[in-house]
């Protein structure tokens, strides 16, 4: 299949038209190793294109002056596949029209992490953290100045299965949104922290924007209704738990999952037995794994009347007391880009310092 170049405008690092999204690879050192096994494990709404050399470069030359100044030395790599899905910050007319004139579309980018903990990874019960991964790592990012203080957020709480706990989970990335919570109102981002590309506060205008859809009654607090949807929304959708299974294909942790990789690549040739077909199966689950433990989850958001009908599928309706407005709401899986085992030397140097950052802060932080 081929593209009309001309069908296709930038948006962020990637390009789309009307209601889908197509992500292409950049040409950096690490792309040659990426493949799209995961996305396909995971069986998203996804598309696996093969684009002509000819149109990914004249797509190339069309986004270049659209793109951030910082992002122009990676050009999109023009021997690459791409992905095409749908552009989550678009409602279709059919749904938009039940709007009221020009209500945005909103769109929530939650970045949960590893929603377990890594027992796996230890030989024995002493050795191993009760704290999962993103709670230790946390003090390590504090000691090295890259947040301004430790977070509240627990995955395992988003994880739980539990609206009061997956309460406090959303309540702690809004106070802290760090790289894992980002607002978008359209495709501009109302709220996300120093890591995510934002300044950890709203904009007076974000802040008035999302009051009048989402804190509808001061005395519930700030943004109540946002939360509450958010809350509903994961609680009464499969996709954390699904999404735990595959991050839960890990079952060796990084230092091992180096060990094997190396092992591979000395005994590769010549060498085919049942014990390293059952090693390879490990190494590529850990990857797999290590794609669904970084992805991020996105919900798109529209108010409509309050009393609106029902919507087509994938799209739902909720309605929330105390609020005039009914929401449109979609929940997707992004940014399942596969992992390039390149990473697993850093990934092992990162968890023994993880570890012992957060034995060395005193902690005796228990998750779950
Ligand atoms: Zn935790």
Known sequence: MDLC???WQYLNEGGENKGHALRLKKKTKKSHERDVEGAVRFQMEWRVLQISSATLTQLDVNIFQNRPQHRRKDPLDSSAIALLMPDLTYCPPEITSRGE??????????????????????HTKEETPRACKYCMQQHMKFHHGEIEAISGYCPLDLFSQEPDRIRAAISSLIAQPQNNLKIFCGRDLLLAGALGGGDSTVSGEGMKLLDRYFTVDEGEGKLHHLKELIVQLLYHSDILQNLKRVQNLDR??????????????????????????????????????????????????????????????????????GSPHAFVCRTSIVDFDPKSSENL???RRQETDIIRFFIDSGSNKRCG
């Open 5 to 7: 170049v001309e069908d």
């Open 101 to 122: 004139e020009n209500n945005p579309v909103f769109a929530v980018e939650i970045k949960p992490k590893w929603g377990d903990l890594p027992v796996s990874h230890y």
């Open 252 to 321: 060796i942790g990084p230092a091992a999952a180096e060990t094997i990789h190396n092992l591979l690549q000395e005994r590769r040739e010549g060498v085919d037995s049942d014990d390293l077909a059952e090693k390879e199966q490990k190494l590529r689950d850990f990857m797999v794994a290590a794609t669904a433990k970084d992805c991020s989850i996105m919900l798109t958001i529209f108010p409509i009347r309050a009393g609106g009908e029902e919507v087509p599928s994938p799209f739902k309706t909720l309605r929330l007391d």
């Open 345 to 347: 030397a850093n990934w």
